[in-house]
């Protein structure tokens, strides 16, 4: 079983939509966990953190952490074509999920 | 100010010859981490370097593959006698501080393309 898994996908949707990007983990001594966002040929940027369990808000981005269930949550409200891009999850800092593709369309 | 660079951008060679991969951190970051990414896939942990520390080698495929990084400064990525399934984006990625949070900041990566 890998550390952190993440869906794939690709996920499609229209403009407006309200994306849910998960990721599950198996290690319970994770107390960090990061978004980092990757468009099209180039490296991740750091998106949000959160730091154990609880929700964090940044703008149209909220990530959340359920860490009695070993899951975490980024959606994304009002997604616009401009968060067509890969998301990763990542812990502990070298731990990253496979990414979801995500593509908005107008 | 400057952020993470890699070179070369793109990298063709033929199978069985040894390759170099050249990263260049942000200035005073002391970590500094090596990924693979194959088309469509995540991020995969290679090498990590944190100061004069000992590095962390432990997500090395292989022993084909090496790294070495000079104080804190550059890198280079190697891979003898390269395979097929060794095509794929590697990326170069530094931080400020090692610590479980630790924001890194990705180069561009260098795509490698074995014939």
């Known amino acids: 079983q890998k550390e952190v898994e993440q869906d794939p996908g690709p996920l499609s949707v229209p403009e407006g939509a309200i994306v849910s990007l998960n990721c599950t983990y198996s290690?319970?001594?994770?107390?960090?966990f990061m978004w980092y966002r990757q468009y099209s040929r180039k490296g991740p940027e750091l998106l949000m953190y959160t730091y154990s369990s609880g929700n964090k808000e940044d703008g149209r981005f909220t990530a959340q952490v359920d860490k009695s269930s070993k899951y975490i949550s980024l959606f994304i409200r009002d997604s616009q074509p401009s968060d067509s891009a890969t998301y990763l999850c990542a812990m502990r800092g070298m731990r990253f999920g496979a990414g979801t593709r995500l593509t908005v369309k107008p | 100010g400057a952020g993470v660079s890699q070179s070369p951008s793109n990298k063709v060679t033929e199978k069985g010859k040894d390759v170099e991969l050249r990263c260049d951190p942000i200035?005073?970051?002391?970590?500094l981490y090596w990924y693979r990414q194959r088309l469509g896939q995540g991020l995969e942990f290679l090498i990590y370097f944190q100061g004069n520390s000992a590095p962390d080698k432990s997500g090395l495929p292989s022993d084909r593959f090496s790294a070495e990084r000079t104080g804190e400064s550059v890198s280079t990525l190697t891979i003898q006698r390269t395979q097929q399934e060794d095509s794929a984006v590697y990326l170069c990625?530094?931080?400020?501080?090692?610590?479980?949070?630790?924001?890194?900041?990705f180069g561009p990566g260098t795509r490698l393309t074995v014939l």
């Open positions: 990625a530094s931080s400020q501080l090692p610590s479980s949070y630790n924001e890194q900041f």
């Open positions: 290690n319970s001594a994770f107390q960090y």
């Open positions: 200035s005073g970051h002391t970590a």
